[in-house]
C-alpha cells in the first residue's frame, strides 16, 4: 500500500505542478489592433521576440525587426508575413554588441520612420566569457544592457514625438541575484578565477529594472512609459547555453515545467498593447500581473539614476 502510494505521489505530482504552472501563466486578452502603429523588437527573430513580433503584426502594426543575423531576420520576417498576411513586417540590422550597430540602426529609423509607437527590447544572452567588444565593455553586459541603453536613449525623440509610446524591457527574475557595483559596472574587479557568467547575466537583468524605473522619472508627463518584466522561464536556446554540469543533467526535467516561446511572449504582449497599463510607468510585472521587483536594489531610484549616469558615460553620451 505504501509502495502504491508513494508511486501514485511520484507520477501524480509532476502532473499537478505541471497543470499549476499552466493555469497560473499569465494569457494577454487584449483583442486591441495597431493599424497605423510602428514597432520595434529587438532579437525578433527566435523564441519570444519572434512570438511577440507576430502577434503584433497579427494586430496590423509595422513591425521592424532589430537583429544581428541577416539570414535569421528575414527568415523571421518571411514566416511572420506568411503567418499574419501582414507584409509591413521588416529586417533591420543590429548588432548589440557595437555601439556602432546601434547609432547607425537609430539613425536609419530616425531618418525613414515618422513615428515610434513601442519599443521592445527584447534581445539578450545568457552564457557570456569574460571577454570585451570593440567599445571596451563586457559582452554580456554591452549586449544586455548598454546596447539597449543607449538605443532607447537615441529613439527617445521619436518616441516622444509619437506618444502615447511605450519602452518595454524584457527582464528576468533572475534579477534578485544581481548585485550592481557601480565600481564594477564594465567587470573591473573581476579576475578569471572570480568571473561567473551567471553574475553577470543577473546583474544585466537587474540593470533592466532598473533603467525603467529611471527611464519613468525622466518621462513624466511626456506621455511616454517605461516598464520591465519576467517572461517567465521559457523553453528557447538560451537554456542550452547554460553550460553547468548539474543544470544540464535536468534539463529535461525542467523542461516540462517551462513556458513555450508563445506562452513566454504574452507579457511583453500585454505590455505592448493593454489600455490596462497605458499610464503605468516604472513597474515590474509578472504573467500579465504588476509585481513586486525582487531585492532592495531593484526598487532603489537613487541606484537607477546613478546606474543612468554611469551609463551614459560608458556609452560615449558623455
Known amino acids: 500500500m505504501i509502495l502504491l502510494f508513494l508511486f501514485l505521489f511520484v507520477v501524480a505530482a509532476p502532473i499537478i505542478i505541471w497543470t499549476y504552472f499552466r493555469l497560473t501563466s499569465g494569457i494577454c486578452k487584449c483583442s486591441r489592433h495597431l493599424v497605423g502603429k510602428v514597432v520595434i523588437v529587438t532579437g525578433g527573430n527566435a523564441g519570444i521576440g519572434f512570438e511577440t513580433a507576430k502577434d503584433l503584426a497579427e494586430r496590423g502594426a509595422r513591425v521592424i525587426l532589430a537583429c544581428r543575423d541577416e539570414g535569421r531576420g528575414t527568415t523571421a520576417r518571411d514566416k511572420i508575413i506568411s503567418a499574419t498576411g501582414n507584409n509591413n513586417v521588416h529586417y533591420r540590422h543590429l548588432d548589440l554588441a557595437s555601439l556602432n550597430s546601434v547609432r547607425k540602426f537609430a539613425q536609419d529609423i530616425l531618418q525613414n520612420e515618422n513615428r515610434l509607437d513601442i519599443l521592445i527590447n527584447n534581445a539578450g544572452i545568457f552564457g557570456s566569457d569574460n571577454v570585451k567588444t570593440e567599445d571596451g565593455l563586457l559582452l554580456g553586459m554591452q549586449v544586455n544592457h548598454f546596447g539597449p541603453f543607449l538605443l532607447t536613449f537615441l529613439l527617445l525623440p521619436l518616441l516622444k514625438s509619437s506618444s502615447p509610446s ?153
Not at 547554460?242 to 534539463?251: R, T
Not at 525542467?254 to 504582449?269: C, D, F, N, R, V
Open 166 to 318: 511605450r519602452i518595454i524591457n524584457v527582464s528576468s527574475v533572475a534579477h534578485a541575484e544581481g548585485l550592481l557595483d557601480l565600481k564594477n559596472l564594465n567587470a573591473e574587479k573581476e579576475t578569471e578565477k572570480t568571473y561567473l557568467k551567471r553574475k553577470i547575466y543577473c546583474t544585466s537583468k537587474l540593470c533592466n529594472i532598473l533603467m525603467a524605473v529611471e527611464l519613468s522619472n525622466r518621462l513624466k508627463g511626456t506621455g511616454v512609459t517605461a516598464n520591465s518584466l519576467h517572461p517567465g522561464v521559457v523553453e528557447t536556446d538560451i537554456l542550452d547555453d547554460i553550460n553547468v554540469k548539474w543544470f544540464q543533467l535536468l534539463l529535461p526535467l525542467i523542461k516540462l515545467y517551462t513556458k513555450s516561446p508563445w506562452e513566454g511572449a504574452q507579457t511583453s504582449i500585454y505590455l505592448a498593447v493593454s489600455p490596462e497599463v497605458s499610464e503605468v510607468s516604472g513597474k515590474y510585472f509578472i504573467d500579465c500581473h504588476l509585481s513586486n521587483a525582487f531585492g532592495k536594489q531593484a526598487q532603489d531610484s537613487q541606484l537607477a539614476l546613478k546606474l543612468w549616469e554611469a551609463s551614459e558615460i560608458f556609452v560615449g553620451l558623455k
